[in-house]
C-alpha cells in the first residue's frame, strides 16, 4: 500500500470497553470515539489490535449488548473509504463474521505483515506468542476449541455473556494482565518473539498490543518493537506518517 501525500496509518489496541461494567467504560469509549473522529481526518487506514472490547462472543443471531456509539463510528469511516483492520485479543477470541458483514472490517486471528510504501510492519494482539506464559497458552486452547465454544453458544446469552463478563474481570490468568510492569528487555517475551522472527525475515516494525505499557523498542540497527499501551490508563497509540512510527497520547 502506498500512502498518498498528508495520509497517516494509526493503531490503537486494549480499549477493553465494558470494563469493569459498560456504564464505567462509557467515559472512555466517548474519548475513543473522539479519536476515531480526529484520526479519520488523515488517516489511509486503521489498525484496531485487539481487546476492544472486555468480552465479545458473536451467537447465531445475537452479539453483546452496547458499544453502539463506537460500532457506529467504524462504520461510518468504513463507508467513507477509510479501511480498517481488527486482529482479534484475548478477550475478543470469538469474531466470527459480525464485523465483516456488517462494518466492512476484515479481521485477523493470527499476527499478518503489512506494507507502506517500503515500510514492513509486523502487526498483531501479542497474546500467547514467544516464550513462558504458559498458563495462558493452556487456557487458550480451551476457549478456542470448536466443541467449547458449540457449549458455550448453548447458554442463553443473558447467562453466557455474564458468566464470561465476571471471569474476564476477576481471572488474571483469562485476562493476561497478572503483570502490567515492564520486564526489562531480555523478560519482555515479545521482544524476544521478535528477535527470533527477525533471524528469518527483516522487518521494519512489530507492532503489537496485549501488554497494556506503551514501549518503543531497538531491536537492532534497523528494526523497532511498539507495544501500544491501552485506552484505560495510558490512551496510547501509534502513527505512521510514511517515515517513521511514533507513540502518542491522546489528550
Not at 41 to 69: H, M, Q, S
Not at 197 to 202: A, G, M, P, S
Amino acid at each position: 500500500m502506498n500512502l498518498p501525500k498528508g495520509k497517516k496509518v494509526y493503531f490503537a489496541s486494549d480499549n477493553h470497553l465494558g470494563a469493569p461494567t459498560i456504564e464505567k467504560s462509557f467515559p472512555r469509549e466517548k474519548k475513543f470515539v473522539r479519536w476515531l473522529d480526529e484520526v479519520k481526518e488523515d488517516a489511509a487506514a486503521i489498525f484496531l489490535l485487539g481487546d476492544l472490547f472486555d468480552f465479545w462472543f458473536e451467537y447465531k443471531t445475537v452479539v453483546p449488548k452496547g458499544f453502539t456509539r463506537t460500532l457506529g463510528k467504524l462504520a461510518e469511516i468504513t463507508d467513507s473509504g477509510i479501511p480498517v483492520y481488527y486482529f482479534v485479543g484475548n478477550h475478543d477470541l470469538w469474531m466470527n463474521g459480525y464485523f465483516e458483514q456488517e462494518l466492512n472490517i476484515p479481521v485477523y486471528h493470527t499476527p499478518q505483515e503489512f506494507t507502506f510504501g517500503t515500510t514492513t510492519f509486523f502487526i498483531g494482539h501479542g497474546d500467547g506468542l514467544g516464550p513462558g506464559d504458559k498458563g495462558y497458552k493452556r487456557m487458550k486452547k480451551v476457549f478456542t476449541n470448536p466443541l467449547a465454544k458449540w457449549l458455550f453458544k448453548w447458554l442463553h446469552p443473558d447467562l453466557g455473556v455474564r458468566l464470561a463478563q465476571y471471569l474476564s474481570v476477576k481471572n488474571k490468568l483469562i485476562s493476561g494482565d497478572e503483570d502490567v510492569t515492564f520486564l526489562g528487555e531480555d523478560n519482555e517475551w515479545l521482544v524476544q518473539y521478535c528477535k527470533r522472527k527477525l533471524e528469518h525475515k527483516h522487518r521494519d516494525y512489530f507492532v503489537f498490543g496485549h501488554r497494556h505499557l506503551p514501549m518503543e523498542i531497538t531491536l537492532n540497527e534497523k528494526s523497532q518493537y511498539i507495544n501500544l499501551g491501552d485506552w484505560i490508563v495510558h490512551y496510547t497509540y501509534a502513527v505512521f506518517d510514511g517515515n517513521e512510527l511514533k507513540l502518542e497520547t491522546f489528550k
